[in-house]
């Protein structure tokens, strides 16, 4: 059943300028959750037949997927859910069937009566989930490698051929899974093509093969800054299957005639180029100006910085990815949420929080890890949690938990700051964690900087937004 809600007038800025062959499925159908919204703001852009005009944008995350339909003026008109159906193949998950099949589900989640007014599509995926296909026949070639699949076989190649540091110099980055691929030497791999979850599933909706975006490209090795695939990356024999790159929310062609048809879709509906998840998650905050910065509370630390320069170190895990002509600069911390989780229940936490005065510096000092090793803002693979002396207040002990995290956030945009990219100012902040106002006022002295909850943080949002900026770009506005 469709929730009818209403909501206020929001404004927003969006940047300028697996084994393939027989199926096994065990599929639970998985029920939508969709809200539909009343448009109140009074606003509305139409076409020349005088509809109105609407951008959908899909994120597909490591466990479900969401759409977002938002007006001209960045207000949700519909959203949605769904959790990917289990699809297996012999022992393993079918991730191609299952995320086709949750692309396709939630086009249909859809409410009717706004498909037919949808400009623009786009959408995010887990960054480095690579998927290697025939470029002649679209058949995917190999069971899909995923965002977090390591290839240390490839590693040492790559880091023979790539600059020191660079982001590909990690076993999970995607050129280390083209590398591992390619080294099997299977027949007929000179007519491969490489392309990542986002990519893939755009496809589907658009029809042309071989196109990516410089977001989701940046860990195959692509130089956002020059636009272009680096000579010690080309000269490769396997850069044959590197794909055709364009900025994210670039319209690529118009929505495939059999599912415009089938979905009740505007003929002249058109297919951009996406992005990665925490990219379009960054851009849903609406952190437009360099020194704004998004710190993402969840199971770990992510902070995210818009900076004018650009700033890249593997040792720290730090890489810059471009935002039209601005930097987004990115580290993330091994402690967060996931130790709050070991040490106290939601209830203690929501109780407790209440009784912390957050104007007051807590003396207790802690890193607390779930167990050994940090990667920013220290690079450390042996650190130890620290997590003692425990005093007997459990009220005590959280403050001091809670103002540690916030000490490393703290460093770590210091360090961004030493490595050159632009200073942070402001703070807004995602996540599970975004919903303790404790822990805001905390960081926001501790930080020395003013932090609030970000508006936006649903990375479907950022989507719809990179649909908004493409069909504007495809009208000259």
């Known amino acids: ?57 899909m994120d597909f995350g490591t466990s479900g997927a969401r759409f977002t339909v ?49 400009s623009s599509i786009s959408l995010d995926g887990t960054s480095a989930t690579t998927l290697i296909l025939n470029r002649h026949s679209g058949e995917v070639l190999c069971q899909p490698f995923l ?79 020059s636009e272009s695939y680096p000579s010690w990356l080309i000269s490769q024999p396997y850069s044959q299957l590197l794909p055709v790159v364009q900025a994210p929310g670039t319209s690529i062609g118009n929505l495939k005639d059999s599912i415009r048809r089938q979905f009740g879709f505007p003929d002249d509906c058109i297919v951009c180029t996406g992005t990665t998840d925490s990219i379009a998650a960054f851009l849903a905050a609406r952190a437009t100006e360099p020194g704004k910065a998004v710190t993402s509370l969840g199971s770990t630390l992510a902070i995210k910085l818009l900076s004018t320069k650009r700033v890249d170190d593997a040792r720290y895990g730090v890489y810059s990815h471009r935002l039209d002509d601005k930097w987004l600069v990115g580290g993330a911390s091994n402690t967060g949420g996931a130790i709050l989780r070991q040490l106290f229940s939601d209830e203690q936490l929501e109780r407790l929080s209440r009784e912390i005065n957050p104007t007051v510096a807590s003396p207790l000092d802690y890193y607390p890890l779930k167990s050994s090793g940090e990667r920013f803002p220290i690079a450390d693979p042996n650190l130890a949690p620290r997590l003692l002396p425990r005093p007997n207040s459990d009220v005590e002990y959280l403050h001091g938990i809670l103002e540690s995290i916030a000490r490393i956030e703290g460093k770590g945009y210091k360090l961004l700051k030493e490595m050159g990219a632009t200073e942070a100012e402001e703070v807004l902040t995602a996540g599970g964690g975004a919903k303790n106002d404790k822990w805001i006022k905390i960081r926001e002295r501790v930080l020395g900087l003013p932090v609030s909850k970000a508006v936006h943080t649903e990375a479907s949002y950022g989507a719809s937004l990179l649909a908004l900026k493409g069909a504007k770009q495809k009208r000259g506005l």
């Open 1 to 57: 059943m469709l929730m009818l809600r209403q909501v206020q007038i929001s404004s927003f800025e969006l940047f300028q300028s697996p084994k393939q062959p027989g199926c096994c499925s065990s599929r639970s159908v998985t029920l939508p959750r969709t809200r539909l919204y009343r448009n109140r703001s009074g606003l509305r852009a139409m076409d020349g037949s005088g509809l109105e005009k609407l951008y959908l944008g």
């Open 147 to 225: 965002y977090n699949q390591s290839c240390p076989d490839a590693l040492p190649e790559v880091k023979s051929i790539a600059p020191e540091n660079h982001t590909v110099c990690s076993g999970s980055s995607t050129l280390c899974k083209l590398v591992s691929w390619w080294n099997l030497k299977l027949p007929n791999r000179e007519s491969a093509v490489l392309l990542h979850q986002a990519d893939w599933l755009l496809w589907l909706l658009h029809g042309r093969l071989g196109v990516s975006d410089y977001n989701n490209a940046l860990k195959v090795g692509y130089d956002p800054e």
């Open 70 to 118: 938002i007006d001209e003026q960045g207000v949700i008109r519909a959203e949605g859910k769904r959790e990917y159906p289990p699809f297996m193949r012999e022992e393993s998950m079918d991730w191609v069937s299952s995320w086709k099949s949750t692309l396709f589900s939630l086009l249909e989640d859809i409410p009717i009566t706004l498909r037919s007014l949808v």
